[in-house]
């Protein structure tokens, strides 16, 4: 067993529905095999438990393993494509690259980074849009395995409008797609998704051999775009017969599901909202792909009243990076931005969208997303440099949640010092 010492914040109790942030400075978790088995202060456990091996994590915070329920593996080297809406951006920007995967090289030298990525960001569960060609996802799988990352992942299928080399045909789709399942659904900490790129460059026959394939494959999951820009939100309407909103182009096809997460959703109507909740589906909100592509501000109270579950989600190609902190603080200010009708979210919430709503959200509150015992020690270590104004704000914090509070303000991947899953370090620490 191992007895990790620091300052443990989690919000295992929902701060949308009365809970609140838990914190124990001075605190300690005693780890068996990946599992938490007790929680309380330092000085009881390690009197507890004298002979068991002690991991210091004091002198900053530590936080749950962040969960990332949207990002695009094949983006990570076009980040900061500015200046384009949606549509453009992808026909200029996205799409030009992601066809540079049909190359196995490349497509490994991208796994690698992206991968890097998300693990020094203090990511350890992420909903990962795949790449188009099936070798590439193969890859993506196998790397993500090597690393220990809990990752749910797989085959990006489209039919229409987007360029030639990124086009499948159903049949194809659904058989590559059963294809990776067998091979990793289940395999550690793997799981397969289907993930048709959006109704918009999907025929209906596509989405029905989705359907399928998510049938074929029992406990796999599914993801894709949704309400994300205005112009794409219309052509959707025009592209699907008796479609009076773009979730009808999923719903239609039995693709709204308690295992479906549907990324952006900015333009919501009441009665997609009213069926996301009904359905149990998750909605993965992404604040800096929003704000740089202009695509609106995510209707966060209409959401949390209508019932339906939100997670963040960092996008990666159409957002600025794949911290979780620089998504909650943009979270954050398109709900101040909102006045009357945004939601006004403390360090808490912020704390739960990247953590345990994420893990609601992608079915895994069971094992990860707080530090309760019986789960998964799954942490990112919050260590800024010594006097930098991020060390220096938690140092003189009036507790642990104004220290949370500077932490989303400020933090960055460089303040991430170790990053955990299942009990042990991934990724690279410092």
Known sequence: MTLFLGTFLDTPEDPFAGGSLRSVENGALLVREGTIVRRGTAQALRSAHPDEEIVDLSGGLVLPGFVDTHVHFPQVR??????????????????????R???????????????????????????????????????????????????????????????????????????DGLALAKRWHGVGRNRYAVIPRFSLSCT????????????????????????????????????????????????RHGLVRSHSVFAHNVHATPGELEILAQQGAGVAHCPTSNSALGSGLFPLREHVEHGVQVALGSDVGAGTGFSLFKEG??????????????????????????????????????????????????????????GTPLDIGVRHADGPGEALGKAFAMGTTADVARVYVAGHPIGSSR
């Open 78 to 99: 076009m980040i900061g494509a500015l200046g384009m809406p949606l549509l453009d951006w992808l026909e200029h920007s996205a799409l030009p690259e992601e066809a």
């Open 101 to 175: 995967l049909a190359d196995t090289d490349y497509a490994g030298e991208v796994a690698d980074e992206f991968l890097s990525g998300l693990t020094s960001a203090g990511t350890t569960t992420a909903l990962v849009f795949g790449a188009h060609f099936p070798a590439a996802v193969d890859l993506l799988f196998t790397r993500a395995a090597e690393i220990g990352l809990r990752m749910t992942s797989g085959l990006v299928v489209s039919d229409r409008i987007l360029r030639p080399d990124l086009l499948t045909a159903p049949q194809t789709a659904y058989d």
């Open 204 to 251: 209906e026959d596509l989405l029905d051999s989705c359907a399928a394939l998510l049938d074929a494959v029992e406990g796999s999951w599914f993801t894709s775009h949704i309400n994300e820009n205005l112009a794409e939100v219309a052509t959707v309407c025009d592209l699907f017969d008796q479609c009076d909103n773009y979730l009808a182009s999923y719903h």
């Open 329 to 386: 603080l943009q979270a954050y200010f398109m709900q101040q931005l909102l006045g009357e009708r945004g939601l006004s979210l403390s360090p808490a919430h912020l704390l739960h969208l990247a953590t345990a709503a994420g893990a609601r959200v992608l079915g895994l509150a069971d094992e990860v997303g707080d530090f309760s015992e019986g789960k998964q020690f799954d942490a990112l270590w919050l260590r800024p440099g010594a």
